[in-house]
């Protein structure tokens, strides 16, 4: 579309607006969208069920539980499984807390990238949005490879069980299918905002219908006389140090690694519903409700499942079996292989609507960064098509870049675990910025935090909230940064701090080179008004009308 063309419909589109054409609710949303500074591009499509189970569904439950079961239960035993779930998801709490509330106030697809570079002054703008909406995007896209990664390998294990032991998995195979099915997901997300609402919308009971499948099942077929005790499960009994030298103390806390992988950064959940915001209908209220719900219901009800795992797991020396997976291994052992492989296949139905709404995700965050300018394409990949409403450049870039990760591992394992280590990391710290930078400007006259209706308030427990997510954020970066096995060996060495370090340092040399003269920070799209401020890249916030429910700019 010409570029005369695109300021037309801009002006449209503002006016539309303005003039209160739709809905109620959309017009307000619409309006505040306007006085963050963009103009309405997409179609409010998704409802507040549809939300919500967009929330469930990133995060994956059961998917994610069973690519990331092996971990803790091999490093630090079955106890490490129960009580560092509950630990993490208590903390994971207080971060979804706090990032609903930054939601809350901005509702854009930029999510926690536009917000980032909105509280901070004015100096500082660019560069924070710069690196934070670097680590989001390489996050995200990482993150989407790891997980369509891991899908293929859930097939395939279904495969080595449903073929017997001698079954070969080869790279290629591997690789093949990967590739295909993130081809698919990009196909279906190519789909209009309205049928892409319509099919997550049932999202959300495939995936906790799944998981209550799994653990009343679990419960009913495994004898009373073959469950292990209570000293098992939760007390000294079920624990094991397999690190190879760490002490106790890190054997046991690299059982985090399963719900901070699962609720944090594997579905990209609390950024992710922010990224699809501008799609939401009430979206100042519905965005950060669904983070709130999702990270309650995934916490609880992941730790029941745990414990059920544990509890009906068969000798922890015979875990993981010939799959490679023990969460596979030992729903093979208490329903035996056809009752397994069917409810596997859910399993694997759920791990592929994680890779859907993520995949959905990572191309808003690509959108919004590429209107802002933050990519050198002079704005190619933000613009939405107008057969669909939807990013499809962004959709198909996002698909393409994804798929060069696996790649890695026709020539090494090792280097694809390397790059699919940096994205608990990178996209932790793109969390946390945001939260620490509303914190340390509050006071500062150039940073004007207006909250929206999901707010925590200045007192005391917002202040707790924000203080403890942003300390076990960094915390956790730590454990994450460990080799989990001793000695370190080229094959065992953890690349996910040097790799997340690398990148930071990397968008730091590009925007000094040459990325700061066409990244100014997020920019308006709106041709009715400019900033008050040349330094400014928003414009300046307009007043609401109550009574009329029209941005009026001063």
């Not at 709490?93 to 697809?109: H, N, Q, Y």
């Not at 960064?369 to 613009?383: A, I």
């Not at 997020?522 to 029209?550: C, F, G, H, W």
């Amino acid at each position: 579309m010409p570029p005369a063309q695109e300021k037309k419909d801009a002006q449209a589109d503002t006016r539309s607006v303005a003039s209160g054409s739709g809905s109620d609710s959309s017009s307000a949303d619409d309006n505040k969208l306007l006085e963050i500074g963009y103009v309405p591009s997409f179609k409010r499509e998704f409802s507040n069920v549809a939300t919500i189970s967009f929330a469930f569904s990133i995060m994956g439950l059961c998917s994610s539980i069973a690519t990331t079961f092996n971990t803790p239960l091999t490093l630090g035993g079955p106890a490490s499984v129960t009580w560092c779930w509950i630990l993490g998801a208590v903390m994971c709490f207080t971060l979804g807390a706090s990032i609903a509330e930054i939601v809350s106030a901005f509702p854009t697809c930029g999510g926690l990238y536009t917000a980032s570079a909105q509280l901070v002054p004015r100096k500082q703008r660019a560069i924070v949005g710069w690196v934070v909406g670097w680590l989001n995007i390489l996050g995200q896209i990482v993150g989407l490879s790891s997980t369509e990664f891991g899908l293929a390998n859930m097939i395939w294990a279904a495969v080595v069980v449903g073929r017997g032991d001698d079954y070969q998995v080869t790279a290629g195979k591997s690789v093949g299918l990967f590739a295909g099915l993130l081809v698919l997901h990009g196909i279906l997300n190519c789909l209009a905002t309205r049928s892409l609402a319509r099919l997550t919308s049932g999202f959300v009971f495939i995936n906790l219908g799944a998981t209550i499948i799994i653990i009343i099942v679990l419960l009913a077929t495994t004898p009373r006389s073959e469950m292990h005790p209570a000293g098992y499960v939760f007390g000294s009994q079920g624990f094991v140090n397999n690190t190879g030298g760490w002490n106790d103390g890190i054997a046991f806390l690299f059982g985090l690694l399963s719900v901070q992988w699962t609720v944090m950064s594997r579905s990209q959940d609390y950024d992710a519903t922010a990224h699809i915001s501008e799609e939401v209908k009430r979206a100042a209220y519905a965005a950060p409700s669904a983070i709130f719900i999702a990270v309650i219901g995934t916490g609880v009800l992941g730790w029941l499942l745990n414990i059920v795992l544990v509890l009906c797991s068969g000798p922890l020396e015979n875990l993981p079996g010939a799959s490679g997976s023990a969460f596979l291994d030992i729903m093979v052992l208490r329903m035996g292989k056809p009752g397994a492989l069917f409810i596997w296949a859910f399993v694997c139905l759920t791990a592929f609507f994680v890779c859907q709404t993520a995949l959905q995700a990572a191309s808003r965050t690509v959108y919004a960064f590429s209107r802002d300018k933050g990519l050198p394409d002079r704005g190619f990949f933000g613009y939405n098509s107008s057969w669909t409403q939807t990013p499809l450049r962004a959709i198909w870039f996002v698909t393409l870049i994804g798929i060069v990760p696996g790649l890695l591992d026709l020539a090494s394992p090792v280097a694809l675990n390397a790059i699919f280590a940096m994205t608990a990391m990178a996209l932790d710290l793109s969390y946390i910025i945001p939260i620490f930078c509303r914190r340390y400007y509050r006071n500062h006259p150039e940073v004007n935090f207006v909250p929206g209706p999901f707010y925590m308030g200045d007192g005391i427990i917002g202040w707790i909230a924000n203080v403890n997510c942003i300390l076990w954020t960094l915390f956790v970066c730590i454990i994450f940064a460990l080799p989990t096995t001793l000695p370190v060996t080229g094959i065992t060495m953890n690349y996910a701090a040097p790799i997340t370090g690398g990148v930071i340092l990397l968008s730091l040399v590009w925007y000094a080179v040459g990325g700061r003269r066409h990244y100014k920070g997020p920019q308006s799209n709106r041709t009715d008004v400019k900033p008050e401020n040349p330094d400014d890249a928003l414009v300046a916030p307009p007043q609401y009308d109550e009574k009329a429910e029209v941005v009026q700019v001063v």
